[in-house]
């Protein structure tokens, strides 16, 4: 591997070879067995990059990968699908009883695929995206065919993909555009697909599934969740083209799709004529370049034509660091800075975001006013740290103190509703009484 793999985050040097973190389960690591055998497939996928895996069903209900996937399932908590099944019942029908089935209907090959239950969450943009929530049995399954499948494509993922991948993140992706930017490449390429998971075509998903797999049953599994029936209203489809999100496996097949972009971009060399570099995270990408763009636009949009695949009119662009762009949350422009004596690279938190989280906190605190405090400033809490989190790294601080200041008055208010009084109660609900309640002060005073 390259010298400039070793700057990526790694978990061991083993075998000779490197091992990036991100190939990881957060759980993964309380069962050896599967610890190695993922080491074991990335190293031969690494090696042979046209190899075939054909004997692969045996890993999937291997004890230990069911249950690696089934704690990922519990600790997710999600919605029960169309069963109705939900995590309690299985604890309360024995989690070791219930895998013990579940493998052996994998082993007899007996085991079916259910239809999945559709619902909607909101989108920032006010629009709804449709969430697909498979049984509890096909989210086991998926995960545990994602551990055993995954290593062999992440050798083949490229180095500036950063969604949906173990020790990848968008904040990573943050960083490196942060860092071309500083480096010059401000002429920016700004991407998204439109309808993205909707819009994957089966047969090509397929075809590039089975560059790698060869395992029959495995690439039955993967057909028939990509066929299952969606049910919604009392309604059922059979879906021609698109993998749902909300399954487990849905993620890193989006990524093996688009990967087909991300290689054929690569060994264009494009990247090296152009000066361009491309950054994708999932179907959201960016390209930044030192040049006004020449023969990248035309060279992407012809991939994506070929993967049936369509941009967004309405989101894709092109502009430059100065007027300023947003990706992943993240608003980027450079400006010219006189004490710096040069421009300088800012990273704020989109408006977009602002006004999604501001939402989320009138949802949190418009609750009845008998409702509980306890819960109330514990929602809160999650909300606000999650949010913070996610923007620590960037010189935001004036924005998150105005966000927390506003998380305050939300509480403010919603305490003096309880007391049928009107006001924020600056003076009755100060700093020092929202700690004793439980409110924990992320951003403080500087």
């Known amino acids: 591997m390259e010298q400039s793999a070793c700057n990526l985050v790694c978990f061991s040097c083993r075998e000779g070879g490197i091992i990036p973190k991100r190939y990881y389960m957060q759980n993964i690591e309380r069962y050896p067995k599967l610890h190695e055998l993922r080491e074991k497939l990335y190293h031969a996928a690494k090696a042979g990059k046209n190899r075939r895996f054909y004997t692969l069903k045996d890993k999937v209900y291997r004890e230990d990968v069911l249950k690696c996937s089934w704690e990922s399932v519990k600790s997710n908590k999600g919605s029960p699908g169309i069963d109705a099944q939900t995590i309690n019942h299985v604890i309360e029908y024995g989690e070791e009883r219930f895998l013990k089935e579940l493998a052996e209907d994998i082993r007899t090959e007996t085991y079916r695929v259910r239809d999945i239950k559709r619902v909607y969450i909101q989108k920032k943009n006010g629009k709804q995206r449709p969430l697909g929530i498979p049984v509890i049995r096909d989210r086991i399954v998926q995960g545990a065919v994602k551990l055993v499948i995954e290593p062999i494509f992440e050798a083949d993922f490229q180095e500036f993909s950063y969604g949906f991948r173990e020790g990848r993140s968008a904040q990573d992706a943050r960083k490196e555009v942060q860092k071309l930017l500083n480096w010059g490449r401000t002429s920016i390429y700004d991407a998204d697909i439109k309808g993205y998971f909707d819009s994957i075509d089966h047969g090509i998903l397929m075809e590039l599934v089975e560059r790698r797999i060869a395992d029959g049953y495995i690439l039955k599994l993967i057909r028939a969740w990509l066929r299952a029936g969606i049910i919604e209203d009392d309604m059922r489809t059979e879906p021609r083209k698109g993998t749902p999100q909300g399954g487990v496996i849905s993620p890193l097949l989006a990524n093996i799709y688009l990967n087909e972009m991300d290689r054929l971009w690569k060994e264009s060399g494009i990247e090296k004529r152009e000066n361009a570099h491309l950054i994708r995270y999932c179907d959201d990408f960016i390209v930044l370049s030192s040049r006004p763009f020449r023969k990248a636009i035309p060279f992407i949009e012809a991939m994506l034509n070929n993967l049936n ?138």
């Open 309 to 446: 695949l369509e941009l967004s009119t309405e989101k894709t662009r092109i502009t430059t660091a100065k007027e300023g762009f947003d990706f992943l949350g993240f608003h980027f422009f450079r400006k010219y800075v006189y004490s710096y004596s040069k421009e300088h690279t800012y990273v704020r938190p989109t408006k977009q975001s602002m006004k999604s989280v501001k939402s989320k906190i009138d949802t949190i605190t418009q609750r009845a006013v008998n409702g509980d405090i306890e819960e109330t400033v514990k929602s809160l809490n999650l909300l606000m740290r999650g949010w913070t989190n996610y923007y620590r790294d960037i010189e935001a601080y004036k924005t998150l103190a105005k966000i927390q200041e506003y998380a305050l008055n939300r509480l403010r208010k919603y305490l003096r509703r309880r007391h049928t009084k009107s006001g924020f109660g600056y003076k009755e609900y100060n700093s020092e009484y929202m700690l004793k309640i439980g409110f924990k002060l992320i951003v403080t005073r500087r």
